[in-house]
Structure formats: structure tokens, C-alpha cells
């Protein structure tokens, strides 16, 4: 299975931006659906976007569309996470993770095969 390596992050105010990256290795990451994860302290971990294999069909969580996007550079087998106009509802921990199957990431975040190692955001007000 795919390894993958996060990095980005930090503290920053509410209406600022952040980049997380996520990078694979061991295997090609285009042979993979991933996704990027957050959790919040006392809550369940909730899939914030997700991208099929070729990229061809992506997904944001409703709270965040228009704000952060999720994307992917095949040359480099690194996956991105740009954070726009951060709320403090944003404030999380982030993780990226990845599956053969894209339909896998709206089951739950436990059924995921591979995960990056988490990443703190936090939006101060």
C-alpha cells in the first residue's frame, strides 16, 4: 500500500490561508482515490474532500466549497490541500488518506487504507 507523508499546517487568523501537502510513496499516488480528513477534538474524524483516481470527479464538503480545494501534481506524487478565508469551525487536525476505491471515503474514515501521520490547523479569532 501506498505510504504517505504530510507536511504544512500551523496557526493562523481566521481569513488567512494554509497549504497541506501529502506525499506518496512506495506506489503511484494517480493509482489511488484519496482524500483529506480532519478531526476536531471530541468529535468524528469527517472527509472535508476527496478525488477519484484520474481526478476526473472531486468532492468538497458543503462547509467548505468555494474556500478550500483539494488537488493533486502527478509529476511530483504529492497531493495538496489549499485552505482559503479559514474559519475557527476550520480548526482541526488534518489527515490525508488513500483507497483503491474512491466510494470508500463516504463509508467512513476507519475503512481508508492508507493514512498521513495527521497535521494541526488552527484558525484563531
Known amino acids: 500500500q501506498v505510504q504517505l507523508v504530510q507536511s504544512g499546517g500551523g496557526v493562523v487568523q481566521a481569513g488567512g490561508?494554509?497549504?497541506?501537502?501529502?506525499?506518496a510513496s512506495g506506489h503511484t499516488f494517480s493509482g489511488y482515490a484519496w482524500g483529506w480528513f480532519r478531526q476536531a477534538p471530541g468529535k468524528v474524524r469527517e472527509l472535508v474532500a476527496g478525488r477519484t483516481r484520474s481526478?476526473?470527479?472531486t468532492y468538497h464538503k458543503e462547509s467548505v466549497k468555494g474556500r478550500i480545494t483539494i488537488s493533486r501534481d502527478n509529476a511530483k506524487n504529492t497531493g495538496y490541500l489549499q485552505m482559503d478565508i479559514l474559519e475557527?469551525?476550520?480548526?482541526?487536525?488534518y489527515f490525508c488518506a488513500a483507497d483503491a476505491n474512491y466510494g470508500t471515503m463516504f463509508g467512513g474514515a476507519r475503512y481508508m487504507t492508507s493514512w498521513g501521520q495527521g497535521t494541526q490547523v488552527t484558525a484563531s479569532s
Do not use: E, I, N
Open 88 to 93: 475557527t469551525p476550520d480548526t482541526a487536525v
Open 17 to 23: 490561508a494554509l497549504r497541506l501537502s501529502c506525499a
Open 55 to 57: 481526478g476526473g470527479s
